[in-house]
């Protein structure tokens, strides 16, 4: 039956009367859900106490200026929440699933967030059914365990319209359910009910967008933050107390003491940071044709060891061509001004018997254009043949194969074509044929091309077997196809080892021919490992295989997840590309499952953690890179807010060690605030790669930004400036500079060596200082704005007055600049240190 389904003006005028197919979970957050958020966090809750305080203190115009600034912070918030909503917007564009429909009598592909109810649904194997849908054609076996939890799949079938909606679960029934997956099968449906008035939508479960898992990034800042928190809050508290019984301040000007120190340390960026990274990072990912679904997996990025990724189409072009054709002896090589003998013509014709009319196979679209060239106007072309029975490739007989009724004789023909050694087997052959054909094979396959082996059969029953090895085969010939492998893989492959990470390649080819394709893109041809191997070897041998063998042939999907765990129980950190149904174990055991975006089923696009747009293996290498530059500017990023923090605690602490006047109050920390956040979230993520960035190896799993090292760093510079700051300011006592005065000197310093540390943190290492660095534009920005800002706030009198400065004269700005020199000093002292030890160490090392 032919269908016409839904005009394009109806279904549109139905999606916007009832809403995208969507799960309240899919749905983006509005404008009131951010500023709710905003609004509790603790930093603005922290400034609304501090303009309370003020108004209590009677100081009414200083509270209203802090309190004036919650909207600055808001604003700013949003705006960092826009940028970062548009990336997820465009990810969850791009990651949306897709459904084929009819409309206005074609079939066409939509989002499946587009489905309507009503739509004429195309099922077939690997897809994610998007709508709860009423059967009509074909049959299925569909996985129905995310509503049921029962693992085995349930067979369905057409059924009358008249027939209720029944539960999931039930055999035989005419209903699919939106989220279910089809195993097996092709069918028509029509959908019935959409977005949360389905099932899963009823139960409330989200299954599709950027499902996020724990990570040890967000455990190891959580710890961090939580920490820090509890050592603001424990320090505020002591603050107040000395405050209020040695400095023997009032109770009020305690707590806005103590509220200031809180400020200061609280570590209120980094959950920022991270939501930043993790965001734009996902969304520049897409632009390298790498999908993120599971945040997770941008910080693994930087850690995998060993690629193992599919050959044909992540390596190789999947643009298959029969290049070449074995009969008895005799071998034909296709040219541009080829005609085929006659000798050649039954293998061709058996082979395209042994395929669909349709089909999105590159082997089996390259026989079709074959045989409509080579085999048009002949008596072997077939096309109104119809086949009765189909046997599909189910393991140990690698090959399919298709009956059609032979009339007038009522015996059946057979056509089958697969890997050689299965054909052979079903034919059975004398051992002398084996062997001859064989061995050419493993002659093809050695020249790079997948080979095939082709037999006709005969079955003179009226019922049709079961099981292939009754029928009666006779072998026809081979059938070479070339793949070319892709023009990048060779400097990606490269690349990857200068990084430290192996790339092992996994086929289902002969072994000659992966071995072939791997000599030619540069993967060590250190040995096979095939298929049965796997299955006849016990596990410590094939781990000890797998730490010097790269290339795995004969396998079956199956035996991925075996190969993924094997390499992950001998301390890899794998990533594994796969696209079919049967991969999406692997994908989901691998610590990085990366998903075919043009030849992947909606089922391993949903296991994967990544998916690879463009099935290119040198946009998956692009990623690793990016994947290593987001982590490394990540610990940029915290070095720098760490050490900008230092020196705010240390001019908080002041008053209470001379039993002076506040030096920086909760206006002063909020204005750097606006510094240091957009330098973090902003600055930091928009900087460039260094070259040498593909030469480091892997990062340790276990490494996090929050590390020894980072801390180390962050406290020497905060230190330094806290010193430089603290001598400065006893010097302004000692020539008793009124407390306004020696306030806005050391305001001014402060900024400016907080830019000192934004430029400082721009490199990862102190060598890297003395290189060329990359352009950032975010980074111009940032210091053109920020001197204009701060002479804003030194010469509007309002504005200056509610900072509490006094004028700052000629003979004041000497001292300004004295600490960003005196930090110059000390950097400058640490880096030939470094130097010093670096070289110390390459000497001892010779």
Partial sequence: MEWKGLRQVDALRLLAEEGENLLPQERPATLNSHIAKILSEPMLLLLLAGGGLYLLLGDRSEGLFLLSFVVVV???????NWKTELALDALRNLSSPKTRVVRDGNQTMISSKEVVRGDILILEEGARVSADARLLEGRLDIDESLLTGESMPVLKIPGPDSLPFSRPGEETSPFVYAGTVVTRGEAIARAETTGERTAVGT???????????????????????????????????????????????????????????????LPEEIPVILTVFLALGAWRLSRTQVLTHRFSAVEILGSITVLAVDKTGTITENR???????????????????????????????????????????????????????????????????????YGLEPPILAMARSYPSEPSGKHLFATKGSPESVLDLCRVSPETSIRVLSRVEEMASRGFRVLGVARGIWTSDTLPDNLHDVSFGFLGLLGFRDPPRKEVWKAIRECSGAGIRVIMMTGDHPETARAIAREVGIPDTGVITGRELDALPDPDIRARL??????????????????????????????????????????????????GQRGTDVARQAADLVLLNDSFGSLVSGIRLGRLIFENLVRAIRFAL???????????????????????????????????????????????????????????????????????ALWQGFGVTGILLGGFITFHILRWPVEKSRAALFAALVLTVLLLILVNRTTSYAEREKESPGNPVATRLFIAVPLFLLLFYTVPFLKNRMGWGNLTTDSLVPVFLPVLGLL??????????RTFQDWRATKRR
Avoid at 74 to 80: F, G
Avoid at 327 to 342: K, M
Avoid at 355 to 378: H, I
């Fill in 825 to 834: 000093f000390l950097e400058g002292l640490y880096l030939k240190s470094i």
């Fill in 203 to 265: 139960i409330g479960l989200s299954l599709s967008g950027l499902a996020e898992k724990r990570s040890l990034l967000k455990d190891s800042s959580l710890r961090f933050v939580r920490t820090l928190s509890l050592i603001a809050l424990g320090l505020a508290g002591v603050d107040i107390v000395l405050n209020r019984i040695w400095v023997q301040k009032s109770v009020l000007e305690s707590l806005l003491n103590g509220l200031a120190l809180a400020m200061a340390i």
């Fill in 74 to 80: 808001i604003a700013i918030s949003l705006v960092q």
């Fill in 547 to 596: 730490a010097r063998v790269s290339i795995c042939a004969r396998l079956f999907p199956e035996q991925k997840l075996r190969l993924v765990n094997l390499l992950q129980e001998n301390g890899e950190i794998v990533a594994v590309t796969g696209d079919g149904v049967n991969d999406a174990p692997a994908l989901k055991a691998a610590r990085a499952g990366i998903a075919m």
């Fill in 320 to 390: 298959m061509e029969l290049k070449e054709i074995s009969v008895e002896g005799q071998e034909f090589r296709v040219s541009d001004e080829s005609t085929l003998p006659e000798e050649f013509h039954s293998v061709v014709e058996f082979a395209l018997l042994a395929t669909p009319k349709t089909s999105s196979d590159p082997m089996e679209q390259a026989l079709s254009e074959f045989a409509q060239s080579f085999l048009n106007g002949t008596e072997h072309l077939h096309e109104n043949w119809k086949a009765e029975k189909i």
């Fill in 643 to 713: 050490s900008a923090h230092i020196p705010l605690v240390g001019l908080s602490l002041l008053p209470l060690i001379f039993k002076g006047t506040m030096i920086l109050t909760p206006v002063h920390i909020v204005l750097l605030q606006l510094i240091i956040d957009p330098a973090c979230s902003l600055l930091f993520e928009s900087e460039p790669a260094r070259k040498d960035l593909m030469k480091d190896p892997p990062r340790p799993q276990s490494r996090t930004p929050f590390g020894w090292e980072t801390i180390r760093t």
